[in-house]
């Protein structure tokens, strides 16, 4: 077995979060925007081979893989439950 690092993130900031509100489909705030970049930017210093990046279905999870600039595949069951 290869020996492998897990990293694991949460989506930027989203339009909603800026309202106070959980849950919902919205996308990224300015703020959610500039987090998805550093995300990025900390990714690519990774130097990480075979990278695999995973979201749900929600916008905002989208937008913030997105900013990564690599394939991503989207897992119905990482969507929110009774949020």
Do not use: C
């Amino acid at each position: 077995v290869t020996p492998r690092a897990i990293y694991l993130s949460r989506h930027g900031e989203s339009q909603l979060n800026l309202q106070g509100r959980i849950g919902g489909d919205s996308g990224l705030s300015p703020r959610g925007h500039q987090y998805a970049q550093a995300l990025a930017q900390f990714i690519r210093s990774q130097n990480i081979r075979e990278l695999k990046v995973w979201t749900s279905h929600m916008k905002r999870t989208i937008e913030t893989a997105e900013a990564l600039g690599v394939p991503y595949e989207q897992w119905k069951a990482l969507n929110e439950i009774d949020a």
